[in-house]
């Protein structure tokens, strides 16, 4: 064969791969199993065929999967496939170009038979092409045999001119072709990076509790209205993590647990004078009794610690822990390195704001003074936590250092341990927000917490699943310690399912800080906050007596947990499909994950699964609608339809079945179950 001259098109164009950050300057990331959407541009000159090969490759550089590409809509020469790496790890990926023989064949050989033009030309052309796959050193001995025999049937004048033709479109052929094309001018498009990495950092759900809270004791109440308790602790804190495995979740968060400072220490309410017997904010980070590397006395020692960590992992649980980089007034770096902090011209340092919001409080960190020593200090936290068995770490406010920082030390961290995993806490414009994800944070709070129409749910589930998916991994939050949307404040129960069933289904990672299976809705008066909020007192909750009088969405949020993990579509990210539904305050969306295909080492036997939520977003009235389903999203096959083109769906919050099709009548009454979650029934033959 004649060598072409090296240019960047080569033979067959290969541009506008996706997914691609930043020109690849950053890996686009998946975890182990979960779909990646691939796709990119391909063409060429002139008429004839061309068809793309997606190629994934491990970390030892072996190809893990071979996928013949789609292509996409009409006209724009995008070209789709699905890829699912198995291992954690630093994965490649590339796109394959390729002259398509026998689409080309195939094209002209259609129109000129159907014509009765030059028809034995085409069959022996057709022939032609055949025979010489056959001697196609890579071609598979099977697929040889197959391709021989073709040749010989289309050469066969014996036959009639239609029965030749037939022969070479047959439902076997198409089949291999379909996974094993006849591949000419195979061009590489070049291998661009994917970092896989653990379930937990991208798949998972998440409980929030204040320790100190559980099994906290009130031991007096003064005449002033306030109170003195007896701190919860690690001991006691232990025995509310079986109740968070019991509800399925898979990672129990912990504000910090270390000391808090006393001067200017917060009062209930957010007040800025503490009464004496006032716990503070744990944010508040630093006291006489240590810094970060610290237990607070209270919660117990770093013995009753590992205990709890211990626990936690025999109910198949991981602890997170906060890291907020921060000190109270009162911190040991304070007096030992104030190079870490901004002084002003007075001599005084100035407290932290996220604005609008102000934190008397704490000191923020000036990481410009002495970015080595700072650096290395907070190394040595994250280390030291890793070693008393911590692998996740919920960053506060990570927008407000400096993106090298974190790039370096989730680097430092990975490179120790692939296993950590860091969630940014940052609400802030989204540069940044975008920007941590491709520092390496690998999960991200939301703005879902505050989106409730269904224009605005829409809107945002597609920015997340199909725009920003390769480097921000969403984490849907339905209310923090810090935030109690008005949407919660008065929807009643109804608003508190639907929005969990939201969360749980429109990402893989959905979060609930504690007290949200109680539907506690009171706001301190014009604030999205809690009233008498956790951060600055101790709240003890009386779960069973919830649970046991009916009061409590414990079973909702296990059963939204159960589904989960039974659905693998709901694992992905990139799947979401938005459909139609005549009622404004209808949402519907679905999520397929289809067969894989062309996994090299013969495994992907794992069936499709499509997942269907419709839920009405008005908590205070039935909703009635039709909704329109895009059929071809939800990866049907013709064994999957009756008659009537119709489908089994199962509701797997109730139970219930139904046969649906493209138009669909719903109601959902919010005082009985605002959402459907049906699982698409597929036929097992
Ligand atoms: O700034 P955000 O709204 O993202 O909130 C996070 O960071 C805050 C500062 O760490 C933290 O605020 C809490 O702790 C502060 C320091 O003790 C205190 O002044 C605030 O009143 C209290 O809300 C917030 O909890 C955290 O999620």
């Known amino acids: 064969m004649k060598r072409l001259p090296a240019t960047r098109f080569g033979r067959i164009p290969v541009t506008d791969v996706q997914p691609v950050v930043d020109g690849g300057r950053f890996p686009a990331k998946a975890v182990t199993g979960q779909d990646v959407p691939v796709s990119a541009t391909c063409f060429r000159e002139g008429h004839d065929a061309v068809g793309a090969t997606a190629v994934l490759y491990r970390p030892d550089g072996s190809a893990a999967q071979r996928v013949r590409m789609v292509p996409g809509a009409p ?97 076997e052929l198409t089949a291999l072709l379909a996974e094993r094309p006849i591949r000419r001018h195979v061009t590489r498009g070049g291998a661009y990076p994917l970092l896989v990495e653990r379930r937990l950092a991208g798949q998972g759900a998440w409980y929030e509790f204040f320790p100190r809270s559980e099994g906290a004791v009130l031991e007096e109440e003064y005449d002033d209205g306030t109170r003195r308790y007896t701190s919860g602790t690690f001991a006691t804190a232990r025995h509310r993590l079986d109740a968070v495995a019991r509800m399925g979740f898979d990672v129990v968060y912990l504000p910090p647990i270390h000391p808090i400072g006393r001067t200017h220490r917060k009062g209930p309410n957010n007040t800025l004078t503490a009464g004496e017997h006032d716990p503070g904010s744990p944010w508040a980070i630093g006291a006489a009794e240590g810094g970060h590397d610290a237990i607070h006395p209270d919660l117990g020692t770093v013995e009753d610690f590992a205990a709890f960590v211990d626990r936690a992992r025999e109910l198949g649980l ?3 822990l906060d890291l907020a980089l921060q000190a109270s007034p009162d911190h040991p770096w304070v007096a030992e390195h104030p190079q870490w902090f901004t002084t002003r011209a007075d001599g ?42 911590v692998r996740i770490f919920r960053v506060d406010n990570p927008h407000t250092k400096p993106l090298w920082f974190w790039e370096w030390l989730i680097r430092e961290v990975s490179q120790l341990h692939p296993d950590a995993v860091f969630l940014a806490e940052a609400f802030t414009r989204p540069a940044m927000m975008h920007a ?77 800080y ?10 301190r008066p014009g604030s999205g906050e809690y009233a008498d909020n956790e951060k600055y007192e101790y709240k003890p909750r009386d779960f069973a007596a919830a649970e046991a009088e009916g009061r409590s969405l414990a079973p909702y949020l296990t059963r939204l947990n159960e589904i989960r993990r039974a659905h693998p579509a709901l694992g992905d990210l990139a799947n979401v499909h938005l459909h139609t539904s005549t009622d404004e305050a209808t949402l519907v969306f679905s999520k397929s994950r289809p067969a894989p295909r062309g996994l090299l080492d013969g495994a992907g036997s794992e069936p499709t699964d499509t997942v269907l939520v419709v839920v009405n977003l008005d908590p205070h009235a039935a909703r009635e609608s039709t909704v329109t389903l895009d059929l071809p999203a939800l990866d049907l096959t013709p064994g999957d339809l009756d008659g009537d083109g119709r489908f089994e769906v199962r509701d797997l919050l109730t139970g219930q079945s139904w046969r649906w099709g493209e138009h669909n009548y719903v109601r959902l009454d919010p005082y009985q179950e605002p959402a459907h979650i049906l699982h698409i029934v597929r036929s097992t033959a």
């Not at 790496?85 to 630093?90: S, W």
């Not at 340092?349 to 409080?361: C, F, G, L, M, R």
């Not at 109690?484 to 969990?500: D, H, N, T, V």
């Not at 504690?514 to 706001?523: H, S």
């Open 75 to 171: 006209g724009t020469d995008r070209w789709h496939a699905t890829l699912r790496p198995d291992a954690a790890g630093a994965w490649t990926f590339e796109i394959e170009g390729w002259d398509d023989p026998y689409g080309t064949w195939h094209h002209a050989a259609g129109i000129k038979i159907g014509a009765g033009i030059e028809e034995e030309l085409m069959l022996a052309e057709g022939a032609r092409l055949f025979a010489a796959a056959a001697r196609d050193r890579k071609t598979a001995a099977a697929d040889a045999e197959l391709f021989r025999g073709l040749a010989r049937v289309l050469e066969d004048t014996d036959r009639s001119v239609a029965d030749r033709f037939a022969a070479a479109e047959s439902p």
């Open 318 to 320: 991981e602890v997170a």
């Open 348 to 389: 005084s340092i100035a407290y932290a704001e996220n604005p609008p919001k102000k934190y008397q409080d704490i000191y923020p960190l000036n990481f410009d003074n002495d970015p080595k020593g700072l650096r290395e200090e907070v190394l040595r936290i994250v280390l030291l936590w890793i070693e008393r068995g």
């Open 436 to 512: 941590l994800g491709k520092a390496g944070f690998q999960q991200s709070y939301t703005y879902f917490t505050w989106r409730n129409t269904r224009e605005e749910l829409e809107e945002y589930l597609t920015e997340v699943s199909h725009r920003t998916s390769p480097y921000f991994r969403p984490s849907f939050w339905v209310n923090t310690p810090d935030i109690l949307p008005e949407f919660l404040q008065y929807g009643g129960p109804a608003a508190f399912k639907l929005r969990a069933a939201i969360a749980a289904t429109g990402s893989p990672l959905w979060g609930v």
């Open 514 to 523: 504690t007290g949200y299976e109680l539907c506690e809705n009171a706001a």
